[in-house]
């Protein structure tokens, strides 16, 4: 199975700040990467995928970029809405797999 | 839009079995694959196999297999998924999802969580 590494696992940042959220495959995943925002009680929420496709209905604020085996998740100006859990998901080959998650708290 | 509607919380003793139902709308319900994840508290999100509501044929992840049964029925659009020899690791939330397109897709939309609390 391929794995995914998101770092850091944990992050404390104030409203208005630029965020980088990482993700490595454990070989390379092309572009199959996906990116979700996770609330408490809550599924998972899709907001890029292809590594760099907005998901509709998502906001510009949120960026997504690399291939292979890099992947990073930008917030340009972190919101009160965006404190959750990010996850990365690869796609490209079965079993799909997901990173073990990256939490944006409030600093 | 395509919805998905799962059913409540389960509470079951360790050796039990457990089955989750989650039933779509707002689209065609053959139209593609349903995939089960499952998450344990604090931790990311774990494929566990997928059904074809066509035909029924299924595909499992290996750690699952001969544990996990998925079903469907096309008369309720309703798809399921039973493990069974449950044990305290298995306590976590259940979901149904459906790939975004067809092909290599991730998964939208994703059920609204099942808890299954596995505990003597």
């Known amino acids: 199975d391929i794995q995914m590494t998101q770092s850091p696992s944990t992050l404390s940042a104030s409203v208005g700040d630029r965020v980088t959220i990482t993700c490595r495959a454990s070989?390379?995943?092309?572009?199959?990467l996906a990116w979700y925002q996770q609330k408490p009680g809550k599924a998972p929420k899709l907001l890029i995928y292809?590594?760099?496709t907005l998901e509709s209905g998502v906001p510009s604020r949120f960026s997504g970029s690399g291939s292979g085996t890099d992947f990073t998740l930008t917030i340009s100006s972190l919101q009160p809405d965006d404190f959750a859990t990010y996850y990365c998901?690869?796609?490209?080959?079965?079993?799909?797999?997901f990173g073990q998650g990256t939490k944006v708290e409030i600093k | 839009q395509v919805q998905l509607v799962q059913s409540g919380a389960e509470v079951k003793k360790p050796g039990a079995s457990v089955k989750v139902s989650c039933k779509a709308s707002?689209?065609?319900?053959?139209?593609?694959?349903m995939h089960w994840m499952r998450q344990a508290p604090g931790q990311g999100p774990e494929w566990m196999g997928k059904?074809?509501?066509?035909?029924?044929?299924?595909t499992y992840a290996q750690r699952f297999q001969g544990r996990v049964t998925m079903t469907r029925d096309t008369s309720t659009s309703t798809v399921y998924m039973e493990l069974s020899s449950l044990r305290s690791e298995d306590t976590a939330v259940y979901y149904c999802?459906?790939?975004?397109?067809?092909?290599?897709?991730?998964?939208?939309?994703w059920g609204q969580g099942t808890l299954v609390t596995v505990s003597s």
């Open positions: 292809k590594a760099s």
């Open positions: 707002g689209s065609i319900f053959t139209r593609s694959y």
């Open positions: 999802a459906r790939p975004l397109e067809g092909g290599s897709s991730p998964f939208d939309p």
């Open positions: 998901q690869q796609y490209n080959s079965h079993p799909e797999t």
């Open positions: 070989q390379s995943i092309s572009s199959w």
């Open positions: 059904i074809n509501p066509s035909g029924g044929s299924t």
